[in-house]
Nanobody, 121 residues
Framework: QVQLAESGGGPVQAGGSLELSCQVS????????MAWFRQAPGKEREGVARINIGDRTTAYGAAVKGRFTISQSKDMLYLEMPDLKPEDTAMYYCAVKVGGGCHLGASFDYWGQGTQVTVSG
């Protein structure tokens, strides 16, 4: 069993920055892929970024590519979010996938409860 706990969300002005963290506990040895997703009210869940634990490659959703940065160290997953925009407002979730391909369209096995990011202005 794997547990994930996100933190770091909150209100921020447009143009500001936040860094989200996700602590992963439990049996993560077999996990090969970690990712961030987000969901705004009335919208479908959207893949934000993912990292392949084995080869360290990363990929980003079109809306954040070139702006956000995903990183991972031991049992922590991070998402650096500079230059935030009102359209980045959403609940952000971290997720872990065990085995198989690592891509944002895949089915992830474990999810956190989410942390809210609200960008005003």
């Amino acid at each position: 069993q794997v547990q994930l706990a996100e933190s770091g969300g909150g209100p921020v002005q447009a143009g500001g920055s936040l860094e989200l963290s996700c602590q992963v506990s439990g049996d993560i040895v077999s996990s090969n892929c970690m990712a961030w997703f987000r969901q705004a009210p009335g919208k479908e869940r959207e893949g934000v970024a993912r990292i392949n634990i084995g080869d360290r490659t990363t990929a980003y959703g079109a809306a954040v590519k070139g702006r956000f940065t995903i990183s991972q160290s031991k049992d922590m997953l991070y998402l650096e979010m500079p230059d935030l925009k009102p359209e980045d407002t959403a609940m952000y979730y971290c997720a872990v996938k065990v085995g198989g391909g690592c891509h944002l369209g895949a089915s992830f096995d474990y999810w956190g409860q989410g942390t809210q990011v609200t960008v005003s202005g």
